[in-house]
Every structure is written in C-alpha cells, then in structure tokens.
C-alpha cells in the first residue's frame, strides 16, 4: 500500500523561507511531484523528482531521498500569493498519481 | 493552447436531474482523467481515459458515467446524484498514459440539493 504524510498546516512570515516536508511509505515508487492547490482553483504542477537530489527552479526547490522515503518542497522569498495547499503526491508504479492531505500554508505580512 | 478547460464553473442540480461536466483539451493529450475533490481533502481518482477507452474505474458507482466522444473531450454524465456527492470536479490530462505530469482544469464546483 502507500501512505503519505505532511503537516496539516504551516504558517511563515512574507519574504522569508519555508520548508514543507513529506514522507512516503510506497511498494512501488516511480517519482514524486509537488502540486500547488488555491482554495477553489485547480491543482498546478511546481516540481516533479525520480532521482536523488535537489531541483531548483526559481523561489521553489524540491528535494528527494528514495531511500529515506523523503521529500521537501522549499520556498524562498516567501510572498502573499503563496499562500495555497501544497501536495506531495507519488506516482506509483500502477501509473497513478497517489495524493497526500496537503499543506495548507498561511503567509502573513 | 497549454490549458484544460471545463464546463460549467458551478452547477446546482437535484436528486432528480440529468446533468454533463464538460472537459476539454487541445494539447494533442491521450489521457484523460476525472477527479472528485471534497473540501480540505486532496483529490480522489474516478476514472482514467487512455487513447478514448475507458481504462481505470476506480470502483466510481453508476450514478456517475464517462464518455471520450474524442481524443479532445472528456464528458461526466450525472444522474440520480445525492448530496454526498457535492464536490469539485477535476479534469486532468497528461501526453499519454505512461506520461507522469498531468495538467488540470480549473474543476467544476457541483452542489446536489
């Protein structure tokens, strides 16, 4: 079976920098994506990791250890918009994407 | 075009009523896939769609039927539908069903009376 988890919910401060953490249990991990969800909106695709290592790409950076089953998003210069559920979500083996509960993340000025 | 696009944004309708949730894309995409979202939780997978055949029903009852009239479009045919199946609905696609991103729509925010 596979089981994710995040923290429910994380507060951080505008232009500072926040890391939402993520682990896995899974039988058959083919990669892992983060996903960002505003409130009524359509989930939109920010990182996607199969490999070791960090993915830098602008403010957002994503890293991931296969054989810690672990994953970080890490957010820099943190603004008001950023404010949204972030979602680990796996990709398993069966080609489906496995959601976590999400990271409701509250950016105060 | 590098978007999915649903109909309705928003639809009320009745036990009694027949309704269809419309998506579609232009990115030339041979999977397609519906999602069902309640709030605060992430989405849930009901069907997928791989080259206009139905390839993944996960276990979604028969109030709800899919129809791929085409490699573009992606259909959700609602009737006899109860107040636990208030949702949004999602609408993904990704190149094919081996492709691992899948880009969605903006949902369809159902509300059963």
């Known amino acids: 079976g596979q089981n994710i988890d995040q923290p429910t919910e994380m507060t951080a401060t505008e232009g500072a920098i926040v890391q939402i953490n993520c682990t896995y249990q899974t039988s058959g991990f083919n990669g892992l994506f983060w996903y960002q969800q505003h409130a009524g909106e359509a989930p939109t695709f920010l990182s996607y990791?199969?490999?070791?290592g960090l993915e830098e790409k602008g403010r957002f950076s994503s890293f991931l250890s296969r054989s810690k089953g672990y994953s970080y998003l890490l957010l820099k210069e943190l603004q008001m918009k950023d404010s949204a559920s972030y979602l680990c979500v796996l990709y398993n083996q069966g080609g489906k994407l496995i959601f976590g509960q999400g990271t409701e993340l509250s950016v105060k000025p | 075009d590098t978007e999915v696009t649903q109909t309705p944004k928003h639809l009320v309708m009745g036990m009694t009523n027949k309704k269809s949730l419309k998506c579609e894309q232009h990115?030339?995409?041979?999977?397609m896939y519906w999602y069902k979202q309640k709030a605060k939780k992430p989405p849930e997978l009901m069907f997928v769609y791989s080259y206009e055949k139905l390839s993944i029903n996960e276990s979604v009852p028969s109030r709800f039927s899919p129809e791929c009239p085409n490699s573009s479009l992606l259909n959700l045919h609602l009737h006899a539908l109860q107040p636990e199946d208030s949702a949004l609905y999602l609408c993904?696609?990704?190149?094919?069903?081996?492709?691992?991103?899948?880009?969605f729509g903006p949902g369809t925010r159902l509300l059963v009376l």
């Open positions: 990791n199969v490999l070791d």
């Open positions: 990115m030339g995409h041979r999977a």
């Open positions: 993904a696609s990704s190149q094919d069903p081996r492709a691992k991103t899948q880009y």
